[in-house]
């Protein structure tokens, strides 16, 4: 997928905005994504991540209904933090925060990611690509190996999947399933 201003470079930002039920999708590359802030434009307003979590955590917790003081509700065996601290700040104390809170924390991160389980840091939307790229270089190497053990057969295979491949990264497809590894 192509920028959207300039139309030469691939997009690599991608921002989707829904606002009064109307969807608007922008794609950017790198470059004119740091123009556009550097001329002191914003894709939105800006908000913090712990400052949305506390929300979210504060509404989910019954926040409307209760005052939370920050020492108030459960509190991590291993940090200390209370769940009160939680939803002010929007910040888990440790990793053992999530099993001491998961009753509360689970159905939230199943609101906000669709599962409880990490799979990733790659968004799906552009991890098909990017996993097409660390196998194309997978097999490069591959094949600079058949090379230098002069396995030219297999080195010509190895050569005409990579060239099927980065075409397929060229064209921001993904490859069919008979297309995939041999």
């Known amino acids: 997928m192509m920028c959207k201003r300039c139309g030469q470079r691939p997009a690599t930002m991608h921002m989707t905005e829904i606002s009064n039920g109307n969807k608007t999708e922008t794609h950017l590359c790198d470059v004119c994504a740091r123009e556009i802030q550097a001329q002191g434009f914003t894709f939105a307003p800006q908000l913090h991540l712990h400052s949305f979590l506390a929300g979210l955590l504060n509404h989910e917790l019954g926040g409307d209904k209760q005052d939370h003081n920050e020492l108030t509700g459960k509190r991590c065996e291993k940090c200390g933090v209370f769940e ?17 809170f998961g009753d509360r924390l689970l159905p939230l991160l ?23 790229i660390k196998e194309v270089n997978n097999l490069k190497s591959i094949l600079k190996e058949a090379v230098s053990r002069e ?30 590894n041999s």
């Open 84 to 100: 009160g601290q939680i939803v002010k700040q929007g910040l888990l104390g440790c990793g053992d925060c999530y099993p001491s």
């Open 110 to 132: 199943r609101r906000l990611h669709g599962r409880t389980r990490h799979t990733g840091k790659v968004p799906e939307r552009t991890g098909a690509r990017a996993r097409l």
């Open 151 to 180: 396995d030219f057969e297999q080195a010509a295979l190895l050569r005409d999947q990579i060239r099927q491949m980065e075409k397929s990264i060229e064209d921001g497809g993904e490859l069919n399933a008979s297309q995939g």
